[in-house]
């Protein structure tokens, strides 16, 4: 079903290293290639019997946290040849699971094969956790209200770890309703009043835009 990528070299650079940090995907001779995975295990399946011995080699020597390099060469081949920005049956097996983002699919894919690699466990569950935890971060509930003029609560397009200086290391948003009255919001912390002594450059920013 499969058939071995074949690797070679480019001005004296190994291939796989572009292969695996680069994002020139046309280094894979399976680009393009019909065959696209129906789950995580049959992901396993094909880059064990598709990868060549170099790739599988520079895979078992790098440490989980060395992964992120791939993210623009194996990940973008593994985004773009096995359809995840289309909908394709593997995208659509990760739906399945809670995980909708291509990037974060591709980033579960090179995680899940590492540890597959390495006989450690794939413990799926907290990967899942891991980027559903961090959408939910970043968004905040459509339903929030002004406390002292009942009116929706809009984004200031302020957000992040960095933003209250009481929480530096929350993702929080900067919300106002059409009164331009300013409110903290967090996952961990709720909605709740900006504290302008201690966010006052803050502040500043703010008024200066909304005029």
């Not at 990528?5 to 650079?13: D, E, K, P």
């Not at 049959?42 to 990868?51: E, R, W």
């Not at 209250?164 to 009164?179: E, G, R, S, W």
């Not at 709740?192 to 200066?208: I, K, P, T, W």
Request: net charge negative; aromatic share 14%; charged share 25%.
């Amino acid at each position: 079903m499969y058939s071995k990528v074949r690797l070679v070299s480019w001005i004296g650079i190994p291939a796989i290293i572009l292969v695996l940090t680069g994002c020139v995907t046309g280094l894979f001779a399976l680009k393009n290639h019909p065959y696209i995975p129906v789950d995580l295990d049959d992901c396993f399946a094909y880059l064990d019997t598709t990868l060549d011995s170099a790739t599988l080699d520079t895979l078992k020597i790098w440490n989980e946290e060395d992964l992120g390099r791939a993210h623009l060469g194996m990940g973008m081949w593994i985004r773009n040849d096995w359809g995840l920005w289309r909908g394709s049956r593997l995208a659509k097996w990760f739906n399945e699971q809670g995980i909708w983002h291509p990037d974060d699919m591709s980033g579960i894919i090179l995680d899940s094969y590492w540890r597959h690699l390495h006989n450690k466990p794939i413990d799926l569950e907290s990967q899942v956790k891991f980027y559903v935890e961090y959408w939910d971060d970043w968004s905040y509930p459509d339903s929030l209200r002004c406390p002292i003029y009942k009116k929706k609560l809009k984004n200031f397009l302020t957000a992040g770890p960095g933003v209250d200086a009481d929480h530096p290391d929350v993702v929080t948003f900067l919300l106002y309703c059409p009164k331009k009255h300013p409110w903290f919001y967090s996952r961990t912390n709720g909605l709740y009043a900006v504290d302008e002594n201690r966010n006052g450059e803050l502040m500043a920013r703010f008024r200066q835009a909304a005029h």
